[in-house]
Structures are given as C-alpha cells and as structure tokens.
C-alpha cells in the first residue's frame, strides 16, 4: 500500500517558479514509476511529467517541455517537480500517482479515461498563475 501527499502548491505570477514535492509512504515506493498529472478547471485530467523508478529516464507533455523538471529521491520516498516559466494554462490541480505495473512510458501515454485505474493518487495541490 502506498499512500501519496502533494504540497508545494500556491499563488505565482506568470514567469515564476514553484518546487511540487510528492511524499510516499510504504516500503516499495522505490519499486515504482511515478507520474505527475493536472487537471484544470473545466478540463479533463492529463499526463504533466513521468520519472522510473530509478529517476534515470523521464517523460514530459509538450506542453510543459523544457520547463518542467521531475526527479525523485528514492531514500526520503519523495518525487518533486520543479516549474519555472510558469504560465496562466498552467493553473490546476496536480497530482502524483504511481502504479504497481505502469512504467514511465506507460504514464505518458495513458487517455484521460484511463487514468482512473492506476493505483494510487494523491488528494492534489493547487497551482495558481496569475497574468
């Protein structure tokens, strides 16, 4: 069982920069790949970032490329996410998940629909951008 706490959330405006961090608790944290998603007001839920369980390869949505940075460190079970350049469409809630079976790859291509039966999801932290 892994239980997943986001925080790091809060107000920036446009161009500035927030630090996400995701702590896990159970003993196989290290075993999985983990994913940051975000859904905006409105919106479906979709894919942001995707880290394995090794933190040696990542994935990211175009949209965020070259902006966002996910990494994890395995001995404190925490994953972070670091957005600079923020935007106005970046506003949402973002979540981390991991799954027992999903690889990052896996994550990066999942449909909106799909996202559901991963395994496990944090409660999520807002992202305000202001223009």
């Known amino acids: 069982q892994v239980q997943l706490v986001e925080s790091g959330g809060g107000l920036v405006q446009a161009g500035g920069s927030l630090r996400l961090s995701c702590a896990a608790s159970g003993r196989t944290f290290s075993r999985y790949a983990m994913g940051w998603f975000r859904q905006a007001p409105g919106k479906e839920r979709e894919f942001v970032a995707a880290?394995?369980?090794?933190?040696?390869?990542?994935y990211y949505a175009d949209s965020v490329k070259g902006r966002f940075t996910i990494s994890r460190d395995n001995a404190k079970n925490t994953v972070y996410l670091k957005m600079n350049s923020l935007r106005p469409e970046d506003t949402a809630v973002y979540y981390c998940?991991?799954?027992?079976?999903?690889?990052?790859?896996?994550?990066?291509?999942?449909?909106?629909?799909?996202?559901?039966?991963?395994?496990?999801w944090g409660k999520g932290t807002l992202v305000t951008v202001s223009s």
């Open positions: 998940a991991a799954d027992s079976v999903l690889t990052a790859q896996g994550m990066s291509v999942m449909t909106s629909t799909a996202l559901d039966g991963m395994d496990y």
């Open positions: 880290i394995s369980w090794s933190g040696g390869i990542t």
